[in-house]
């Protein structure tokens, strides 16, 4: 059987993981100001790590096909050391009214979740564009 969209299965793989992408940049933004977590520390930053895929399959004819995609390989944890502010008056606050809080760019958030947005919106036009191939390919015959 011949498959007519076979740049679905790398499209869904990375539809997936920008996906996850996108949660982990949104408990980044919401976690900014966490100054305590149950282990005592700071929220610390995450990241997603992607590796490709690549799945080797043979052909009628002998050939390898080669179909690729994307997965998220891990979330690790940013190892930057959180950034300190004066306040005296806050409840974590230590001797020398120092607040430990999580070392999170903002603005360097929401470009990654724009980026991930963005690719997201990329792949899901791949869907739309393959899924009308297909049916135009399935009206030829009725002609």
Do not use: C, W
Not at 114 to 121: K, L, V
């Amino acid at each position: 059987m011949i498959n007519v969209l076979t740049g679905i299965n790398a499209t869904s793989s990375a539809l997936e993981a920008e996906r996850i992408r996108m949660e982990v940049i949104s408990q980044n933004i919401v976690n900014a100001e966490v100054s305590r977590m149950p282990d005592g520390r700071p929220y610390q930053r995450q990241q997603v790590v992607f590796e490709t895929l690549l799945d080797q399959k043979t052909g009628a004819a002998g050939n390898a096909t080669g179909a690729t995609g994307i997965q998220v390989a891990r979330i690790e944890k940013d190892e930057r050391p959180p950034r300190l502010i004066f306040n005296p008056g806050h409840k974590e606050a230590d001797a020398n009214g120092m607040v430990a809080l999580p070392n999170i760019n903002i603005h360097e958030e929401m470009a990654d979740l724009i980026t991930a947005s963005r690719s997201f919106e990329a792949n899901l036009a791949v869907v739309r564009n393959a899924r009308t191939m297909a049916l135009q390919t399935l009206s030829i015959g009725k002609r």
